[in-house]
């Protein structure tokens, strides 16, 4: 069923979602898969930021300086087609298995660990449900116009999160 002939939540302003029975990950794009976010107004900021440019948030004295968080872009596969999508942050944390910047660091020690995750993470079969992209003045580029993972199950009894996979390939020195 399209995204399209779903109803919206019973306020009448929600985005419409989609449920598909079950949907296998087909591609994983972890080249750029987050970005730094003010921790006050969630605001996406350039990397290298130090502080909020909108609100001052992480500008010191005292307030949580801005941290990395998903945009992880995955192309699903439905029974009927394949579907282009994003999941932010806490959706990506469930089958990352720990925040963004963590992620990053780990990638950053260990050369071809992105693209092992890629790879470890295609195939997996999940239950998703699926949102219309939000048009809000809070835009986080071209990943805005994919439908977004707001709740992900992975359907395999063993599954493990992909940095317990990648900490088994990649063992501490």
Same mark, same amino acid.
């Given at each position: 069923?399209?995204?399209?002939?779903c109803?919206?939540?019973?306020?009448?302003?929600?985005?419409?979602?989609?449920?598909?029975? +079950?949907?296998?990950?087909?591609?994983?794009?972890?080249?750029? +898969?987050?970005? #730094?976010?003010?921790?006050?107004? $969630?605001?996406?900021?350039?990397?290298?930021?130090?502080?909020?440019?909108?609100?001052?948030?992480?500008?010191?004295?005292?307030?949580?300086? !801005?941290?990395?968080?998903?945009? #992880? #872009?995955?192309?699903?596969?439905?029974?009927?087609?394949?579907? !282009?999508?994003?999941?932010?942050?806490?959706?990506?944390?469930?089958?990352?298995?720990c925040?963004?910047?963590?992620?990053?660091? %780990? +990638?950053?020690?260990?050369?071809?660990?992105?693209?092992?995750?890629? $790879?470890?993470l295609?195939?997996?079969?999940?239950?998703?449900v699926?949102?219309?992209?939000?048009?809000?003045?809070?835009?986080?580029?071209?990943?805005? $116009?994919? #439908?977004?993972?707001?709740?992900?199950? !992975?359907?395999?009894?063993? %599954?493990?999160?992909?940095?317990?996979?990648?900490?088994?390939?990649?063992?501490?020195?």
């Amino acid at each position: 069923m399209p995204l399209a002939a779903c109803t919206a939540g019973g306020d009448g302003g929600a985005a419409a979602t989609w449920t598909p029975p +079950f949907c296998t990950i087909m591609a994983v794009d972890t080249s750029d +898969f987050s970005y #730094l976010s003010c921790p006050r107004c $969630e605001l996406a900021l350039p990397d290298g930021a130090v502080s909020c440019f909108a609100c001052g948030g992480g500008g010191g004295g005292g307030q949580p300086a !801005p941290t990395r968080v998903y945009r #992880l #872009l995955l192309s699903l596969a439905t029974h009927d087609r394949v579907v !282009p999508v994003v999941l932010f942050n806490r959706t990506a944390r469930t089958l990352m298995g720990c925040p963004a910047d963590d992620l990053a660091r %780990f +990638f950053a020690a260990h050369p071809g660990s992105a693209r092992a995750a890629a $790879e470890a993470l295609r195939g997996e079969m999940c239950r998703v449900v699926l949102r219309a992209p939000a048009r809000n003045k809070r835009s986080t580029g071209a990943a805005d $116009e994919r #439908l977004r993972v707001v709740s992900v199950v !992975p359907l395999r009894d063993s %599954f493990r999160p992909i940095v317990d996979a990648l900490r088994t390939l990649y063992p501490r020195s």
